[in-house]
C-alpha cells in the first residue's frame, strides 16, 4: 500500500472540497489517500473513505496561542495526519527542526500521525550538501518515539515543476531509510504530476507521495491515483 497524500496549503472553499470528496469517492484504490486541508474545511461530513489531515499543528496542549490550534483540536475533527516541517512553513514561519520535532511529538501524542518534511534548498544541492542537510535535518525533527511519515521535499523542486533525477531521489530516501531509528514510510513530494507519478512511486524505498498543486482539482488528483494503482 502506497501514501498519495494531498497538500492543499491554503487553497480552496467548502464547494471544492465537497466536489473533491464526491470525485474520490468514485476511485477504487487500494493506495491510502489522505487530503490536507487547510483548517476552515476540516470540519464538516465526509464518508468519502479517504482521510483527512492538517497542515500544521501547534505544540502547545492549549493556553494563550493566539491563532494557533492544538492537536485535540484537530482530533476532533476526526483528523488522521497532520503536515509538520513543510518548507514554506520554515521559510515563512522560522520553523526550527527543534520545533517541528515538538510539533510531531504533540501530534503523536494526541494519535495523529505526522508528516515530517526535509529537504534541501538548490544552494545546498549545488554545493553538494544534500546528504548531510537531509541527515541533519531528520535527526533533528523526528520524535523519540511513536509512528510518523517522512516526506522528503527538495525545496526547490515544491511547485517549480522541476524534480530530481531518479538517482538523485534514490540517494536522498536511501538515507533517510539508513537514518531512521525503525522503518517508517518515506514518501517524495515536489513537482508530482499524472506523467511523472507511476516513475517516482517504483523508485525503491518510496512508499508515496506528498502532492500539491496537482492535488487541488480532480482532473489533475484522479489521474495520478488511477496511474499509481
Ligand atoms: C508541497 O507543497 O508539498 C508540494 C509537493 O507541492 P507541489 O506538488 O505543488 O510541488
Redo the contacts with the bound molecule.
Keep these: 500500500m502506497k501514501f498519495i497524500i494531498g497538500?492543499w496549503?491554503m487553497n480552496g472553499d467548502m464547494a471544492s472540497k465537497e466536489s473533491m470528496l464526491k470525485s474520490l469517492k468514485t476511485v477504487k484504490s487500494g493506495n491510502k489517500i489522505v487530503l490536507c486541508l487547510p483548517f476552515t474545511l476540516l470540519c464538516g461530513k465526509n464518508n468519502s473513505g479517504i482521510s483527512i489531515g492538517a497542515q500544521d499543528v501547534s505544540f502547545h496542549e492549549n493556553g494563550a496561542y493566539t491563532g494557533d490550534i492544538s492537536a485535540t483540536m484537530l482530533k476532533e475533527m476526526v483528523v488522521e495526519y497532520v503536515i509538520v516541517g513543510?518548507s514554506?512553513r520554515r521559510t515563512n514561519h522560522d520553523e526550527t527542526n527543534e520545533i517541528v520535532r515538538q510539533k510531531a511529538t504533540t501530534a503523536i501524542k494526541n494519535g495523529i500521525i505526522p508528516i515530517i518534511?526535509v529537504g534541501e534548498t538548490m544552494e545546498e544541492k549545488n554545493a553538494g550538501h544534500t546528504t548531510s542537510v537531509i541527515k541533519k535535518m531528520l535527526l533533528e525533527s523526528i520524535p523519540d518515539n511513536g509512528e510518523f511519515i517522512v516526506?522528503y521535499?527538495p525545496r526547490w523542486?515544491?511547485?517549480?515543476g522541476l524534480t530530481p533525477t531518479t538517482n538523485e531521489i534514490v540517494s536522498a530516501v536511501k538515507t533517510i531509510f539508513e537514518t531512521l531509528p525503525n522503518t517508517m514510510p518515506i514518501i517524495y513530494?515536489?513537482?508530482?504530476n499524472k506523467d511523472n507519478a507511476r516513475d517516482i512511486i517504483s523508485i525503491p524505498y518510496v512508499d508515496g507521495l506528498?502532492?500539491?498543486?496537482?492535488?487541488l482539482k480532480s482532473d489533475t488528483f484522479l489521474p495520478i491515483i488511477k496511474a499509481i494503482d
Design positions: 497538500n496549503k513543510h514554506e518534511c516526506a521535499e523542486a515544491i511547485g517549480s513530494g515536489g513537482s508530482v506528498l502532492i500539491g498543486g496537482a492535488s
